[in-house]
């Protein structure tokens, strides 16, 4: 979906997985995307350049609210004002619940979660100054089946839902929606190579849903692309569900 011609967007995560997917079709639709992400992100430049767009990775500690803050300052100075927020960084390990320890806990939801905190703090002000702004964060169907093992996460990403539904009503007004979309399994280099894969999760998720494939990030760039575009100006506090069928909702 083009038409975000000299629209700037900070996505996290955007070394890889789900993440890159959102930055090179962020940049295919016409946006300046700025990746921060903890690990580097030269290979994602390289791919929104060849979308024909153009981006800059910032190694950014998401989880540190000084390493934002100083992420987000340096944006404003070399690049501008922000448009868009994508939080698509996460992590996911799978631990049993008695055998989950509070500093795993910590490390989950000060990953997935307090992050948002700290990019709200960010850019949501800019953009209510402003007048617009497109936020979309990345949730997950554990929210709505429950999983083993995934407690923290499940957590963190129920976290997501709330504080999306919470800040549309505060910025509804000033021209600023804030949705969320909700992924199955998605078949990424770092999910085939945890323990998942080597108990055939993908196609045990796959055989739940409608559509019987495993899902993989391109699957939901589609949605990225309208959830950020003007087409969706009166579309605000949703979960958009993009997992081939597994949640009916």
């Not at 350049?49 to 300052?73: F, L, M, N, Q, Y």
């Not at 448009?83 to 960084?89: E, G, N, P, R």
């Not at 402003?130 to 979309?136: A, E, N, S, T």
Request: proline share 3%; hydrophobic share 40%; glycine share 12%.
């Amino acid at each position: 979906m083009l038409g975000k011609q000299g629209k700037l967007a900070v996505v996290t995560g955007g070394s890889n997985g789900i993440g890159q997917a959102f930055c090179e079709r962020l940049a295919q639709d016409g946006a300046r995307v700025a990746i921060l992400d903890i690990a580097g992100g030269a290979e994602t430049e390289e791919l929104c350049r060849a979308a024909g767009g153009d981006a800059t990775a910032i190694e950014t500690d998401i989880t540190s609210p000084e390493a934002v803050a100083a992420a987000a300052a340096r944006i404003g100075e070399e690049l501008g004002s922000v448009d868009i927020l994508v939080h698509s960084a996460g992590i996911y390990p799978n631990t049993p619940f008695v055998e989950l320890d509070f500093e795993e806990w910590r490390r989950v939801l000060t990953t997935n979660l307090d992050s948002l905190f700290h990019l709200g703090k960010a850019f949501v002000p800019g953009m209510i100054e402003r007048r617009y702004g497109r936020i979309v964060s990345v949730a997950s169907t554990t929210f709505h089946t429950g999983f083993p093992g995934f407690t923290h996460y499940t957590a963190s990403k129920g976290g997501i839902i709330g504080f999306t539904r919470c800040l549309a009503e505060e910025v509804g007004e000033d021209g600023v929606t804030v949705n969320a979309i909700a992924p199955s399994v998605v078949r990424t280099k770092t999910t085939e190579s945890g323990v998942q894969a080597s108990k055939d999760f993908f196609g045990q998720i796959s055989q739940q849903q409608a559509i019987k494939r495993p899902e993989l990030p391109a699957d939901l760039v589609g949605a990225l692309s309208f959830l950020t575009s003007d087409d969706s100006a009166f579309i605000t506090g949703q979960t958009l569900v993009v997992d081939g069928g597994w949640v009916r909702a």
